[in-house]
């Protein structure tokens, strides 16, 4: 019964780790870029909730909404200004940009919060449960997990089933020709980072409020956000979420063994999947 | 149409400023050898510092700027080797000096381990990947109870005392055994520092060398002339590794003290590396060293300003890979033309040149 308690457990954390790779997923998708600053704009993005919280006296989830146009804006603007004039067929220069970007975040928020660990508080739900059977379930958790679900389900509805994602996989394929459509590649990948950092601002909600978090610790978010997409396979939001919650579950089961191993656990996991499925388990990209 | 045998085809590297350069290197050398006997103890460290700095920054340009290999992950080797030392020396009661070198070979084995698995990711995924690994070799080492788990050791202070040597350079200069050993180390990173550069030039020099860039410019065309694209980077990744273990294992001779938050740091064994290689000018065997000595005088400008030095640091990067992606070197080198290490192929002689009697691209 506890193994069943600690899975359950384990996919709901999946859950958080698919909201922090969905973003990542999404950007790669359009692009091909590997933003490795993804993570410090997570971090980013729970102290502005933070900020809106204290400065409005606003609920978090209300704190949240507000934050998203803002992180639209700055994704919007941090691709049309900076992304896109590393993009081409050198790896060096998006990778060392978005290094040297991670490095500059991660300063600017010690300076400017100094390294002291904080929260959001969300009122009492952060111990509230419900009971699925004989399994009690944290109220955050399954929230967490539910909303991974939406974000999942709406980003493949934006893919397949709108303008815009039919741009998106346009681009995607052959940026010349749907240049030659009327689509105009710079306005379309900085709108595809806008929305990443949508995704972000919901990953940044539940990371803020679930546990602590300080300015250092956007790099560890961004390793597992990657190996959820490895595992998943390039190219697929399922697939992305699917690579979260075996990361999630890994984790909290290396953990029931012992607490040191956790991380490592969800490392293993990793490597165990790019030892024999290199392509992920539902790969879809050919590359 | 055959050219007479004076203007036959030639294949030269070398150039003038080169030449000049090499005189004044072997000078640099000699007075850098003799500066125990005459600077001070804290520049002494300092010097140590910008040695072993510029041995991590060249490496990892052989390793990004020569292979296309972009890793993220060297803290690895840095920690692995410092590890494989501590364990050798408190563990196995060597001599440190011979546990470097053992600790060289450590992190040449752990790179072999782990190639299989990141040598399975491309491009961007390849950094991500090294940094994954390098997370699993921390996370396993730090359960490693004998070497302070979590929390980290300290070397014996007899081992150091102990170093073949120290006792001989403490009596030649009379001074104390702790300041005899940082003697040793400084001149220990010095020929670790010179063996390096000698290597990557020889190295860019060779066939291998010339395949080498041919697979950073473009791997199809090279693999289609027949250069075996997979050893190549094979080779470079696990020579790389055991320079890197062997430096990683020198500084934590002359730190004596390891915790594997410390030697793991992807900060320090990695974020300032990238950063000197970048503002340095990657590609180059000079922007490493350009870089390191810009590295060494910003972060004494900015010392007292605690996280500005970084955000500081990350900004001119980032200016620098956005608009001179050649680095402070690729400015200068571009607008005289001038090479201290050439490792550039130039034509000369045969038919039909141009006025300076050459030919060839800039990468050639």
New interface residues.
């Given amino acids: 019964m506890i193994w069943v308690d600690t899975i359950v457990q384990g996919v709901l954390l999946g859950g958080l780790y698919a909201l922090f790779a969905a973003g990542l997923s999404l950007v790669f998708g359009v692009m091909r870029?590997?933003n490795?600053a993804h993570g410090d704009l997570i971090v980013l993005g729970a102290f502005l909730i933070l900020v809106i919280v204290s400065a409005l006296g606003l609920n978090p989830f209300l704190a949240a909404l507000v934050a998203l146009p803002v992180m639209f804006c700055l994704g919007w603007g941090l691709q049309f200004v900076?992304l896109n004039?590393?993009l081409g067929d050198d790896?060096?220069?998006?990778?060392?940009?978005t290094?040297?970007?991670s490095?500059?975040i991660?300063?600017?928020l010690?300076?400017g919060f100094s390294a002291d660990s904080r929260r959001i508080s969300v009122g009492g739900l952060e111990a509230a449960s419900v009971s699925l059977g004989p399994i009690a379930v944290g109220v955050m958790p399954l929230l967490t997990f539910l909303s991974a679900v939406a974000v999942i389900i709406a980003l493949n509805a934006l893919f397949y089933r709108t303008a815009l994602g039919r741009a998106f996989r346009a681009t995607s394929d052959d940026p010349v020709t749907a240049g030659l459509m009327g689509v105009d590649p710079k306005r379309l990948f900085a709108t595809a980072t806008g929305i990443a950092m949508i995704v972000v601002t919901i990953a940044a909600l539940y990371l803020g409020t679930r546990s602590n978090f300080d300015p250092t610790i956007g790099?560890a978010r961004?390793?597992y956000a990657?190996?959820a997409v490895?595992i998943g396979g390039l190219g697929s939001f399922w697939g992305t979420l699917a690579g979260g919650v075996i990361i999630g579950v890994a984790q909290t089961m290396g953990a029931a063994i012992n607490p040191?191993w956790q991380?490592?656990s969800g490392?293993?996991a990793?490597?165990l999947v790019?030892?024999f499925r290199?392509r992920g388990l539902f790969p879809r990209a050919n590359? | 149409m055959s050219a007479p045998a004076s203007s036959a085809w030639r294949v030269e590297t070398r150039t003038r400023a080169a030449t000049g350069f090499s005189v004044f290197a072997v000078l640099l050398v000699a007075i850098a050898f003799a500066a125990p006997f005459f600077v001070s103890r804290s520049l002494l460290q300092d010097l140590f510092l910008i040695l072993t700095m510029l041995v991590l920054a060249q490496n990892w340009n052989l390793l990004?700027g020569y292979a296309?290999l972009?890793s993220?992950g060297q803290q690895a080797f840095v920690g692995f080797g410092a590890y494989a030392m501590f364990a050798c020396v408190s563990l196995g009661g060597l001599d440190p000096i011979l546990a470097v070198l053992i600790a060289g070979v450590a992190a040449a084995m752990l790179s072999v381990a782990t190639g299989?698995?990141v040598f399975?990711?491309?491009?961007?995924?390849f950094?991500?990947?090294t940094?994954?690994?390098a997370?699993?070799v921390r996370?396993?080492l730090?359960?490693w109870r004998a070497l302070g788990g979590g929390t980290g050791t300290s070397l014996p202070n007899a081992a150091i005392r102990d170093m073949a040597a120290v006792q001989w350079i403490a009596e030649a200069f009379s001074v104390r055994s702790a300041q005899a050993a940082d003697i040793l180390t400084y001149w220990l990173a010095l020929i670790l520092c010179c063996a390096t550069i000698g290597f990557i030039y020889w190295l860019l020099r060779t066939r291998q060398g010339l395949g080498l860039s041919a697979v950073r410019d473009n791997q199809e065309a090279a693999r289609s002339v027949g250069v075996d694209a997979r050893r190549i980077k094979w080779a470079v990744y696990v020579s790389v590794a055991f320079v890197t273990g062997m430096a990683g294992a020198l500084i934590y001779v002359q730190k004596a003290r390891i915790s594997p938050d410390a030697a793991f740091s992807?900060?320090d064994w990695t974020?300032y590396v990238?950063?000197i290689v970048?503002i340095g000018g990657?590609g180059t065997l000079e922007g490493p060293i350009i870089g390191v000595i810009v590295f060494f005088l910003l972060q004494k400008t900015l010392a007292d300003y605690?996280?500005?030095y970084?955000?500081v640091?990350?900004?001119i990067?980032?200016a620098i890979?956005?608009f001179a992606?050649r680095g402070l070197w690729g400015l200068f080198s571009d607008r005289t033309g001038i090479q201290f290490f050439p490792v550039r192929r130039i034509l000369k002689g045969g038919p039909s040149t141009d006025h300076q009697g050459t030919r060839g691209g800039p990468h050639g």
């Fill in positions: 870029l590997v490795l900076v004039r590393t790896i060096l220069p998006p990778l060392l940009v290094f040297g970007l490095i500059v991660q300063n600017a010690l300076e790099p961004l390793i990657f190996e490895i040191e991380i490592l490392h293993v990793f490597l790019l030892l290199p590359d | 990004a296309g972009v993220v299989f698995f399975r990711l491309q491009g961007a995924y950094a991500i990947g940094w994954v690994v997370e699993v996370l396993v730090a359960q992807v900060v974020a990238i950063f970048v990657i605690g996280s500005w970084l955000l640091l990350g900004l990067g980032i890979m956005l992606p």
